[in-house]
């Protein structure tokens, strides 16, 4: 075993005292795996804050959470003016058919006292509707509201699809999805009712021309 001097700068070589050699620290390997495991932390940390910074900040997740829900809502709407739409059209066929049924069961008379008696029958059904319509409104919530069309809520959605789309999850997808959803049965199904309504149309029109 070699002997070195008090301030360890000479070592005895048997003969005399030579420098002694520089001292090597020996690499320990539990330093060296704490070295790499911080080096990996740092990096995932690093990972995890860049992603952090890619996704939108929270007033955007909040201004989605608003959008989607006051869309939410004019769908609700939406759905409470169509019943309504439906009383109008079947009210509207009642009125109609009463008023028609009156002038075949009154063909007998003379045209003064049809025009009279259709007046009055007229009258009588179109305040009727007009009592059970502004009950119906009010049963649905809909006295004072605003009117909600198809292509409103479309347009809602094309602003909030890019909006939504920047977020990996958010709580309102779900929902969103769903409105969605409802929108576009109820723009498919108006395209529907619309066409068929112009083909009755037209084909009423064309009718009429040909007795002509």
């Known amino acids: ?14 003969t005399d005292w030579i420098p002694a050699p520089p001292k090597q620290n020996p690499e ?33 997740r909040l201004q989605v959470i608003e959008l989607v829900t006051n869309l939410s ?11 309504l739409f439906i009383f109008d059209v079947i009210s509207i066929i009642l009125i109609y058919a009463i008023n028609g ?26 305040s009727l509707y007009i009592t059970l ?3 119906r409104k009010r049963k649905l919530d809909l006295v004072g509201k605003e009117r909600v069309r198809i292509w409103e809520l479309t347009s809602a959605v094309k602003s909030i699809d890019p909006l939504i789309g920047k977020f990996d999850t958010h709580q309102s997808l779900a929902e969103y999805v769903e409105l969605k959803s409802k929108i576009n049965s109820n723009l498919i199904g ?18 009429q021309m040909k007795k002509k």
């Open 133 to 135: 319509r502004y009950k």
């Open 1 to 14: 075993m070699a002997t070195y001097s008090e301030d360890g700068k000479w070592m005895w070589d048997g």
């Open 101 to 126: 049924i009156f002038v075949l069961n009154t063909s007998t008379y003379d045209g003064d006292s049809i025009r009279i008696y259709y007046v009055i029958v007229l009258v009588i059904t179109l």
């Open 73 to 83: 809502e004019k769908v609700d709407l939406y759905k409470r003016r169509r019943k």
């Open 190 to 207: 108006g395209m529907i009712l619309g066409s068929a309504a112009a083909v009755i149309g037209t084909a009423v029109i064309y009718s």
């Open 28 to 60: 320990v390997p539990g330093n060296t795996i704490s070295q790499k495991m911080g080096g990996l932390a740092s990096k995932v940390t690093e990972k995890v804050t860049q992603l952090s910074q890619n996704q939108p900040s929270e007033p955007a």
